[in-house]
Nanobody
């Protein structure tokens, strides 16, 4: 299984970015993709997840209303749309995948098996 992220970059406060995570290696949609981030000196933080087997999602309170997760199922690609970005959102953003469990949604990093390489997101004026 491989995950390839794209879409990171540099934006001003209040701006938007969309991250993409292309997943290969699963033969069906029975997997869950999560988005995480890690700022320098901080622990990896779970943001949002989407269970492609049932379409259910879960997001951390810290990003509800600003970040939205979605998927292009046929392409095994999951997106993280980020709006209203703040300097404290600056971090390396990772997507990760795990075999899905029906109606189970988790953003705990240790529950994910496969990880992408990370994408730098920098918010600064």
């Amino acid at each position: 299984v491989q995950l390839v992220e794209s879409g990171g970059g540099f934006v001003q406060p209040g701006g938007s970015l969309r991250l993409s995570c292309k997943v290969s290696g699963f033969t069906d949609n029975k997997f869950t993709v999560g988005w995480f981030r890690q700022a320098p000196g901080k622990k990896r933080e779970g943001l949002s997840c989407l269970n492609l087997s049932d379409g259910g999602t879960y997001s951390a309170d810290s990003v509800k209303g600003r970040f939205a997760i979605s998927a292009a199922n046929t392409e095994h690609t999951v997106f993280l749309e980020m709006n209203g970005l703040r300097p404290e959102d600056t971090a390396v953003y990772y997507c990760a995948a795990r075999d899905s469990v029906a109606y189970y949604y988790t953003i705990l990093p240790y529950e994910y098996t496969y990880w992408g390489q990370g994408a730098q997101v920098t918010i600064s004026s």
